[in-house]
């Protein structure tokens, strides 16, 4: 494709958008001091076509491609998911400790032994860990 139409082009608020990642880096790399960083953006914001922006970034290294996500195999994404749901039980054990502090704390300043409520919370939070475990997941993002 011909460089002079591609540089006559309009410019979408995506390349614009590009432009402006390009120069921040630019400048959070020190290759562009505060005011040439400041003018570049703002003649960047007001670019129209293609060719303004190419020009704002032309003495710029290009932005590295981002990575493309390996796929996760089945296994992996359930050492993952087994690992967070190991983790929220860790959850509910803290949360267990300080009901039973505050459940603790309140029978001795009363002086009689109450009836454990923390059995309801911890409870209900125990069978909603359990159900993520048994229900079934749906692998339609699967081959």
Do not use: Q
């Amino acid at each position: 494709m011909d460089t002079r139409l591609d540089s006559a082009m309009r410019a979408s608020d995506h390349d614009r958008d590009t432009t402006l990642a390009r120069l921040a880096t630019g400048y959070a790399e020190g290759r562009l001091d505060r005011g040439e960083y400041d003018e570049r953006a703002a003649r960047a914001a007001a670019a129209t076509v293609l060719g303004e922006l190419a020009s704002l970034t032309a003495d710029l290294p290009a932005l590295p491609a981002p990575d493309r996500a390996t796929p996760v195999t089945r296994a992996e994404r359930d050492r993952r998911d087994l690992r967070a749901w190991l983790k929220e039980w860790l959850y509910w054990l803290g949360g267990a400790v300080i009901l039973t502090a505050v459940w603790g704390t309140r029978c001795l300043v009363k002086g009689e032994v109450a009836t454990y409520w923390p059995l309801v919370p911890l409870g209900i939070w125990a069978a909603v860990l359990v159900a993520i475990a048994i229900w079934p997941r749906g692998d339609a993002d699967e081959d």
